[in-house]
């Protein structure tokens, strides 16, 4: 809740709370798995979910790479 009302709120500390709560999520799961040892479809769609954060995260910060690049880049595929 803090990562995203930071973020609604455009604070710099955003990126750093949505970051922490990506990998909690992954470090939970691992955990979860570990302990309880068994599988359900919800620990994969939560794992998802959390290396999804954190990939958006990365890539706003500009260490991941992009699908797409810059937007104002020229176009080389001529007239």
Known sequence: MAAAANLL???RAAL???AIAGFGMLIWIFAELAII???SW???AYF???LLEVML???L????PT???PLDAPDDRGP
């Open 42 to 44: 919800l620990q994969t």
């Open 48 to 50: 998802a979910l959390g």
């Open 16 to 18: 750093l709370l949505s």
């Open 9 to 11: 709120a455009k604070r």
């Open 57 to 59: 995260v990365l890539t």
């Open 37 to 39: 040892r068994q599988y």
């Open 67 to 69: 699908l797409v690049g």
């Open 61 to 64: 910060l500009g260490i991941a």
